[in-house]
């Protein structure tokens, strides 16, 4: 079982920065694929960004490419989504999500397992 808890959320105007926070327990990250979601108000769910536990890489959603930063530290099992050069439609409800098994899919609802509760961002303009 994983347990997963977001934080740093809040109010930001255009451009700001924001970092938001993913810790885990129940499983090392090290182990687990993360990803990133959100929801905007009256919309559905949608990717924003991904990373597993012992691959290099990170994939993004096109709209955050180069303003969003998915990042792992693993001595506290937390995963964190620096996001810079924030814009009114980033507003949402993020959600960090995590899967135990390996998958070459990443960016559907449906590849993960364990949700978190989220936290509101609202970027103001």
């Known amino acids: 079982q994983v347990q997963l808890v977001e934080s740093g959320g809040g109010l930001v105007q255009t451009g700001g920065s924001l970092r938001v926070s993913c810790a885990a327990s129940g499983r090392p990250i090290s182990s687990l694929a993360i990803g990133w979601f959100r929801q905007p108000p009256g919309k559905m769910r949608e990717f924003v960004a991904a990373?597993?536990?012992?691959?290099?890489?990170?994939y993004y959603t096109d709209s955050v490419k180069g303003r969003f930063t998915i990042s792992r530290d693993n001595a506290k099992n937390t995963v964190y989504l620096q996001m810079n050069s924030l814009k009114p439609e980033d507003t949402a409800v993020y959600y960090c999500a995590a899967e135990t098994g390996y998958s070459t899919s990443y960016k559907w609802v449906g590849d993960y397992a364990y949700w978190g509760r989220g936290t509101q961002v609202t970027v103001s303009s």
């Open positions: 990373s597993r536990g012992n691959d290099a890489n990170a």
